[in-house]
């Protein structure tokens, strides 16, 4: 069996058989891997000698998380609009239920109206942490990081400037769009973030603007709590973010990652 040295982007996806594999993208191809992600997590990538078209498999989330760490108001902007503070002395932190999460493609099923009638997207940079780490120094954060991908930080905006706390604003199921895939070796302080609904564009920004490095958000949340190989961190919304409707479609682009694109329902 053939052991592959290096990656750049791993998918999860589903082939016309059912069966959920990893892969390796190259240009419209997929390398199968015959490895969990555990296994690639820990540089144990096996090429099992599958090749597959891109357009021919479902693609799915990237990676089955235990926690699904929030951080708000990291850029001082957005903080403004929604209501937030703009400079903050720590970070502000909530968490997401894996149940919000949907893959590229996938649909965002609005709620009843009678439960929310304002929900907005907010694209985001999220990191995938790669192994266990708790108490991290800044200076290390970065080797805790696996690689990168997209979210989309799906928000009931109504609910979230009710409620003492974000967790029913935040927390519908399909709230958390996540995806397409995961992409190694990409520094994650300096990536431009564009959100485009139904082709305009709405959303503009870039991590080097946040309010918090990456690397002190990643230290900061592992003094709270462990952070697990497979955790998604996600770092926050650009300004810009605004009400979604029925029949809309809603982009999420990251620079050196791809595109996230999701359909409202």
Not at 62 to 73: A, D, L, M, Q, R
Not at 188 to 194: A, D, G, M, Q, S
Request: overall charge negative.
């Amino acid at each position: 069996m053939q052991v592959l040295k290096k990656t750049q982007t791993i998918v999860r996806y589903q082939n016309q058989n059912g069966n959920i594999y990893y892969g390796i993208v190259e240009d419209n191809e997929i390398l199968q891997l015959a490895s969990n992600f555990t296994e690639i997590v820990n540089n144990e990538l096996n090429f099992d000698g599958e090749r597959v078209k891109y357009s021919d498999v479902k693609i799915l989330v990237p990676v089955s998380p235990s926690k699904i760490i929030n951080f708000g108001w990291t850029y001082a902007e957005h903080a403004k609009e929604t209501g937030g503070t703009a400079n903050l002395k720590e970070p502000f932190l909530f968490l997401k239920p894996t149940s919000s999460l949907i893959p590229d493609q996938g649909e965002i099923i609005l709620p009843s109206s009678h439960l929310t009638k304002q929900v907005e997207m907010e694209g985001e940079l999220a990191l995938v942490i790669g192994k266990r780490g708790k108490n991290i120094k800044e200076e290390d954060a970065l080797d805790y990081v696996f690689g990168c991908t997209i979210f989309n930080d799906v928000t009931a905006r109504d609910l979230t400037r009710a409620d003492p706390q974000f967790t029913r604003g935040k927390g519908f199921d399909t709230f958390g769009p996540l995806g397409p895939c995961i992409v190694k070796g990409v520094d994650p302080t300096h990536l431009r973030i564009v959100t485009t609904l139904n082709g305009n564009v709405v959303q503009k920004g870039n991590t080097s603007q946040m309010s918090f490095s990456i690397p002190f958000l990643i230290s900061w949340i592992s003094q709270v709590m462990t952070l697990e190989p497979g955790d998604v961190l996600a770092t926050g919304s650009p300004p810009g973010s605004c009400p979604m409707k029925s029949g809309d479609i809603v982009t999420v682009e990251v620079e050196n990652i791809g595109k996230l694109c999701n359909y409202v329902k």
